[in-house]
């Protein structure tokens, strides 16, 4: 493993199930900053794990078959290539990148190393993705027209101080373009982009309320080459925590699914159907993974899957002239000096809660900059 703190836990956690089914064994873990979990690495040090400050000298190592890549997002790049390289077959966490010129190297890594490299989009996974998977395949929801997905996820002061890439564009002249539809809500945005196809032209705008250099606003159009419109709108900057929930919508029907799990179907003219669904399991992501690693079969989520996700948000960046703070007259600091403050923005609610329901709703907030086709999206950083 690269990287064993934040999400990391969580995929130790899953290591151990998997040693206990003598499915996998954690060998060795490089993390610079390990000192500052010294329970996990006194636990793993007595477990037999080597442990490493470089993962350049783990990956040295010929006894390992594959690397969990948990890092910031800044670091993905160079560390999943030097993995390929080195022989190992690479589990990354997602994003898989900041921008499409990064995309590309990965892509050129991967293809030329043979290796499986997954990417950790892991609702692509779940049983709830499967369902509403099925009812657009199948054709029960006609041809799909719209998909859209709204969410409201606040993040106090305390989230964007916890590590020093938090809420930055980029550190150190490397593109880190954290948000929350790049970061904390990629999965939305990969989800629905699975889901509503490739898209062909996308415009949008990337919003600040909070004085950082990122954005933690997003309201995003796509138009595929499947004919479906895809609308995201998800926002850190509110006190409200609701969604996200996806919604589609056909000439047969409409349907909804969550992050909790549910989802609902209604035929056209028909009665909702609604089903809850088990959460998904880290560990059988992990499982997914070595399958991919012992078999050859493909990963849940695979590199270019995760093109799509890409133009959208980088479409999105470009189309908005860059991040954008929301006019100041419209932002407000709510527990002012505390480290729960949040940054809200008057009228940002209301627009989510009207889009939600309808995807015609124009924010009164945020307003979208022109279309971009696709091969016209800049494939380094907007305006670096
Ligand atoms: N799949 C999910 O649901 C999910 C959820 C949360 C986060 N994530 C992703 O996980 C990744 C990590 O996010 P996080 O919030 O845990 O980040 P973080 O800033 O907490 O860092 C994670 C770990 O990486 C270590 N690290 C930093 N630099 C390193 C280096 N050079 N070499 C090795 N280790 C290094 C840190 O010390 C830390 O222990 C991100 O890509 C994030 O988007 C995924």
Redesign the pocket.
């Known amino acids: 493993m690269?990287?064993?703190?934040?999400?990391?836990?969580?995929h130790l956690t899953s290591l151990r199930t998997l040693a206990h089914a003598n499915r996998a064994k954690l060998v060795a873990f490089?993390?610079?900053?390990?000192a500052?979990?010294p329970d996990t690495v006194a636990a793993l040090t007595w477990e037999g794990v080597a442990q490493y400050?470089?993962?350049e000298d783990m990956i040295a190592r010929d006894d390992i078959d594959a690397v969990i890549?948990?890092?910031?997002?800044f670091?993905?790049v160079q560390?999943t290539v030097a993995c390929l390289a080195a022989g190992k077959n690479v589990y990354?966490?997602?994003?898989p990148c900041p921008t499409l010129a990064e995309y590309d190297q990965l892509e050129a890594a991967w293809r030329a190393s043979g290796k499986v490299c997954a990417v950790?989009?892991?609702m692509q996974a779940a049983p709830v993705f499967a369902y509403i998977s099925e009812l657009v395949d199948s054709g029960k929801l006609g041809t799909l027209t719209d998909v859209w997905a709204a969410a409201r996820w606040p993040r106090d002061d305390a989230y964007y101080s916890?590590?020093?890439?938090?809420g930055r564009y980029t550190l150190n002249n490397v593109p880190v373009f954290d948000g929350p539809a790049?970061?904390?809500l990629?999965?939305v945005v990969h989800a629905t982009s699975a889901i509503a196809g490739a898209p062909v032209r996308v415009r949008g705008a990337l919003k600040r309320a909070r004085p950082i250099e990122s954005f933690d606003t997003a309201y995003i159009e796509a138009e595929t080459e499947k004919n479906v419109r895809l609308q995201l709108l998800l926002t850190h900057a509110t006190q409200v925590e609701k969604g996200p929930i996806a919604r589609l919508r056909g000439t047969g029907g409409e349907a909804t699914f969550d992050w909790d799990m549910n989802a609902t179907f209604t035929p056209t003219g028909g009665e909702t159907i609604a089903l809850k669904f088990p959460y998904q399991n880290?560990v059988s992501i992990l499982l997914n993974f070595i399958d991919a690693v012992e078999t050859g079969s493909e990963p849940a989520t695979t590199l270019p899957q995760t093109l799509s996700f890409l133009n959208v948000v980088n479409g999105a960046l470009q189309s908005g002239g860059g991040i954008t703070s929301f006019d100041p007259a419209l932002i407000a600091a709510v527990n002012d000096d505390t480290p729960k403050r949040l940054y809200t923005v008057a009228g940002l609610d209301a627009d989510i809660e009207a889009f939600t329901d309808d995807p015609a709703a124009t924010p009164s907030t945020v307003a979208p900059g022109p279309w971009v086709p696709v091969d016209e999206i800049g494939r380094g950083l907007y305006g670096v």
């Open positions: 690269i990287g064993i703190g934040g999400f990391g836990q969580v490089a993390d610079p900053t390990a500052r979990l400050d470089r993962f890549i948990a890092t910031p997002i670091l993905h560390q990354l966490e997602k994003p950790g989009f892991q916890r590590a020093s890439w938090s790049t970061n904390a990629a999965h880290m």
